[in-house]
Each structure stands twice: as C-alpha cells, then as structure tokens.
Nanobody, 127 residues
C-alpha cells in the first residue's frame, strides 16, 4: 500500500530555514501529483506546493512563492520542501500527499485531488 513518511520539521526563528522530506513507497508509477499541505489549529488544510512527478512542473501558493521550493529525487522516491525566510504564519502541521489518480480534477494544490497522506511533521516559527 502507499506509504508517505515525512521528516524534517522543527522549531526555528523567523527568517530561518527548514527542509522537509517525504519518502514514498508502495507504488511504482511516476506520473502522479505530489504535494505539501499544511494545517494550522482552527484552520482548513491548505495546499502549499505541488509537483507533477512526470515532468517536475511545480505549483505554489501565493503565500509561499519565492520562499519555498518543492523538488523530488526519483532515485530515492523522496519529495522535498525547502522553506526559507520562514514567518510565524508558516507555523502549522505539514503533510505530504500523493494524488489519487495520475490526473487532477480540482487543482494541484486542492486537497480533494489527494487520497494518500503522511502523518505530518510540525513546523513552528517564532518571532
């Protein structure tokens, strides 16, 4: 079965950086959408960054564009999220996800297109 395991979260001061990793297993196709989502207490889960694994097309939420970079290492079946210039409002639980199908119906950053989720890793940014 599909498994996604995140790592790399932690606590940093505003302006700092973190790199999240997500190791995927249980499937072999490389034409899915992978994404990073986050959810802060009392808020809905939101898409932060996405990537189409076949051609590495990337997608970013406006709030993180220019600060976050999503990338993949196919040889390691690993997805990354490099987060720079972190702000207190970036504080949330971050989740890695894989799309249900090889196509997307709603959008690369829409949680409705994703059925497989990791357990999450906490990112806390202090001011």
């Amino acid at each position: 079965q599909v498994q996604l395991v995140e790592s790399g979260g932690g606590s940093v001061q505003a302006g700092g950086s973190l790199r999240l990793s997500c190791t995927a297993s249980g499937y072999t196709a490389n034409s899915y959408y992978m994404g990073w989502f986050r959810q802060a207490p009392g808020k809905e889960r939101e898409g932060v960054a996405g990537i189409y694994t076949r051609d590495s097309t990337t997608y970013y939420a406006a709030s993180v564009k220019g600060r976050f970079t999503i990338s993949q290492d196919n040889a390691k079946n690993t997805l990354y999220l490099q987060m720079n210039s972190l702000k207190p409002e970036d504080t949330a639980m971050y989740y890695c996800a894989r799309s249900t199908y090889v196509y997307r119906r709603y959008g690369a950053l829409d949680p409705r297109d994703y059925s497989y989720w990791g357990q999450g890793t906490q990112v806390t940014v202090s001011s």
